[in-house]
C-alpha cells in the first residue's frame, strides 16, 4: 500500500545553513505522528515542505503518491491536506458561522458563485452547523471571531480546516497559548473529531511531551535537521538518551505544564 | 433607508434649482465608481491610489468613441469604455495583486501617473491639456434632439444614471453576499489563513481590481457626459486621492459609506467653493477630524447615533 504522505531524502538549506538534511519518513492511514525536537531542529521547515509551501532543495514529497514539492497550500487543500497553525490564524472581523464557510464554500467548489447568496445556501448552512457542533462551538455561530476567548479562536481555526473534509490534517501546536487545563480538552476534541470526520491521519507537531505520549501511535524525533529516531511511543520514551536529546533543551517548559 | 433615498433623489430634479441637479450627476458617478473602488478597498482590503487612470479611462472612453468614432449610442459607450478599462486593468492588477498594503498603493499611483503623462504627451490621441469633447449620447436610442444641454442633463440623463446607479448597486450587493465576496473577505482579514483553506487569494484579488476598474469606467463615463469634456486633470493622482477622501468620508466599512462619502464631498466642495478660496484647506482638516474622530466615516457615525437612539 502507497503511504498517504512520503518524504525520500528530504534537505532544506538556506545558503550555508542546512534546515533539513536527508529526511525520510513515511505515514500511513491510520496513523497520528508527533513531529518533535528542540527549538530550531527543522520541525517547522519540515512542515511547511510537508504542505507544500517550501520547495525542498533535495529529495521527493509525495501525498497520495503524487509529487507535492511547493504546490502551494491551495492545491494541497484541494487534495485534501488541511492545517492549523501554531499561532491562532482566524479571520478577526468574521463570524464563526462565516469563517467556516469560506472552508465548506472552497471544498465544494463553490467559491466562484458571483452573485449566488451564502445566507440562502442550505447545504453549507448544515454543513457550516455540522463542523462548529464537533468543536463544541454551534453557539457561537454568530459571535464575531476576534471576540471568542484564545481557547475557542484555536477551536475555531482547527475546525475550519476540519470544514475542508481533509484525509490529513496537521496541526502545529494545537494547544500552545491555551491553559494547561484546557489542552487535554481540545486534543481529545481534535482528535475524535477527526476520526468521526474521516480523517485518516494526523501529523502532530508538539513540544509537550505530556501530548506526544498520550496520543501519538509514532514519534519522529528531529535534532539539527536530522531524523534522529522513528519510533512507537513506548520505545521512544524508552531510551532515556534520545528522550534527553529532545527534551533536554526543554526541562523548563515541561516543569512549567506539570 | 436606501429605497427612501432612491425616492429622495427621484423627485429632487422636480424640487431644486437646476445647480443642484447638476451637482447630483457627478454625485451619482462617483457613488458608482466608489462602489468598485470600495469592493477593492474596503470588502478586500487593498487602497489603490491611482484608480482615477480608470475614471479617466471611463471619460476618454466616451471622448474617443462620441467625437472621433461616431458611438452614439450610451448602453455602447458604456460597455465599451468599460471593457476597455478592463483590458487596461488587466496588466495593471496582474503586477500589483502581488503586493499588498503600501506596494500595493504605491504601484497602483506609479500606474496612475504613468497614464496622467501619456494623456499629456501623446497630443494627437488625447488632445494633449485641452482634452477631448464628449458629445451627447442617445439614451436606449433616443436622443432627445428637441432638449437643451441642460435640459437633457437634469431630465432624462439624470433618471438614466440614477437607474443605472441602482441597477450597479444591487449587482455589487449580490456579489458582496455571495460566496466570492466572503472570500474576499478572508482575504482582507487573513490570507494566510485564506490560503490554507483553499481560497486562491491572488486570483480573487485579480478579479476584484477588474470590476472595480469597470464601475470607476462608468463613472467617468458620466462624468464626461456632464462636464461634455475628458482632460487629464481626471487621471491626476489627486483625483485618486479624491476618491480615497470620499470613501473614507463616508465610511469604507458600511456598504453605502462611499455613496454617502460622494455626495457630501461634492455638495460640502461646491458650497465651500463658493465661501472660501481656501476650501482645499477645510477640506483637508475635515478629513483629519473624520479619520481621528470617526475612523468609520459618516456612516460609522450615523450606527453609533443611532444605535444610542434605540436604547435611550
Redesign the interface.
Known amino acids: 500500500m502507497t503511504p498517504l504522505i512520503e518524504t525520500i531524502g528530504v534537505g532544506k538549506a538556506y545558503g550555508d545553513f542546512v534546515a533539513l538534511d536527508d529526511v525520510s519518513l513515511s505515514i500511513a492511514e491510520g496513523e497520528l505522528v508527533s513531529i518533535v525536537g528542540p527549538n530550531g531542529a527543522g520541525k517547522t521547515t519540515l512542515v511547511n515542505v510537508l504542505t507544500g509551501l517550501l520547495r525542498p532543495s533535495a529529495g521527493v514529497v509525495r501525498f497520495k503518491g503524487e509529487d507535492i514539492a511547493g504546490i502551494g497550500p491551495v492545491k494541497l487543500a484541494r487534495r485534501g491536506m488541511a492545517r492549523a497553525f501554531q499561532l491562532v490564524h482566524i479571520f478577526p472581523a468574521m463570524t464563526v458561522a462565516e469563517t467556516i464557510a469560506v472552508a465548506v464554500l472552497s471544498q465544494t467548489g463553490k467559491s466562484r458563485r458571483l452573485f449566488a447568496s451564502v445566507r440562502s445556501d442550505a447545504a453549507v448552512h448544515d454543513r457550516v452547523r455540522e463542523v462548529a457542533t464537533i468543536f463544541g462551538l454551534e453557539a457561537k455561530l454568530d459571535a464575531e471571531s476576534r471576540l471568542l476567548s484564545q481557547g475557542e479562536k484555536k477551536l475555531l481555526d482547527i475546525a475550519s480546516a476540519f470544514a475542508l473534509a481533509p484525509e490529513v490534517i496537521l496541526l502545529d501546536e494545537p494547544t500552545s497559548g491555551v491553559s494547561s487545563g484546557d489542552k487535554h480538552g481540545i486534543m481529545r476534541n481534535v482528535v475524535d473529531a477527526a476520526r468521526r470526520a474521516g480523517v485518516k491521519a494526523i501529523i502532530l507537531v508538539e513540544h509537550d511531551m505530556d501530548l506526544v505520549a498520550e496520543y501519538s501511535s509514532r514519534i519522529v524525533a528531529l535534532t539539527a535537521g536530522k531524523v534522529l529516531a522513528d519510533r512507537a511511543p513506548a520505545e521512544f520514551f524508552g531510551d532515556p538518551e534520545i528522550v534527553a536529546a529532545v527534551v533536554g533543551k526543554m526541562v523548563g517548559k515541561l516543569k512549567k505544564s506539570a | 433607508m436606501a429605497l427612501l433615498a432612491v425616492l429622495v433623489l427621484a423627485v429632487f430634479p422636480q424640487v431644486a434649482q437646476p445647480y443642484y441637479i447638476t451637482l447630483v450627476l457627478p454625485a451619482l458617478a462617483y457613488s458608482i465608481a466608489l462602489l468598485g473602488f470600495n469592493l477593492l478597498f474596503g470588502t478586500t482590503g487593498l487602497l489603490s491610489f491611482g484608480h482615477a487612470l480608470f475614471v479617466a479611462i471611463g471619460a476618454y472612453g466616451a471622448a474617443v468613441l462620441s467625437s472621433k468614432l461616431g458611438v452614439r449610442s450610451f448602453e455602447a459607450v458604456l460597455l465599451l469604455s468599460g471593457a476597455a478599462a478592463v483590458a487596461i486593468a488587466l496588466p495593471v492588477a496582474l503586477l500589483s495583486v502581488r503586493y499588498v498594503r503600501i506596494f500595493f498603493g504605491i504601484l497602483t499611483l506609479a500606474f496612475g501617473m504613468l497614464f496622467h503623462s501619456f494623456l499629456f504627451k501623446f497630443y494627437d490621441i488625447t488632445g494633449g491639456d485641452t482634452g477631448i469633447r464628449v458629445l451627447r449620447p442617445a439614451l436606449l436610442g433616443m436622443d432627445f434632439k428637441s432638449l437643451d444641454k441642460t435640459a437633457f442633463l437634469i431630465g432624462p440623463f439624470y433618471y438614466y444614471c440614477l437607474a443605472l446607479l441602482v441597477l450597479l448597486a444591487f449587482?455589487m450587493w449580490?456579489?458582496i453576499?455571495?460566496?466570492?465576496?466572503?472570500?474576499l473577505?478572508?482575504i482582507r482579514?487573513?490570507p494566510?489563513?485564506?490560503?490554507?483553506?483553499?481560497?486562491?487569494?491572488r486570483r480573487?484579488r485579480l478579479i476584484a481590481f477588474l470590476i472595480s476598474a469597470f464601475y470607476c469606467a462608468v463613472g467617468g463615463v458620466i462624468l464626461a457626459i456632464n462636464t461634455g469634456q475628458a482632460d487629464p486633470e481626471l487621471a491626476y493622482w489627486t483625483h485618486s486621492g479624491e476618491l480615497v477622501f470620499m470613501t473614507v468620508l463616508g465610511g469604507f466599512a458600511s456598504f453605502f459609506g462611499p455613496l454617502v462619502g460622494a455626495f457630501t464631498f461634492i455638495f460640502l466642495k461646491s458650497e465651500l467653493m463658493g465661501v472660501t478660496q481656501y476650501w482645499r484647506f477645510v477640506l483637508g482638516v475635515t478629513l483629519l477630524l473624520i479619520v481621528i474622530l470617526f475612523p468609520r466615516g459618516l456612516m460609522g457615525l450615523a450606527n453609533d447615533l443611532w444605535a444610542r437612539v434605540r436604547r435611550a
Open positions: 449587482v449580490r456579489l453576499h455571495s460566496p466570492f465576496g466572503l472570500h473577505v478572508a482579514e487573513n494566510r489563513k485564506a490560503e490554507y483553506l483553499g481560497v486562491r487569494v480573487f
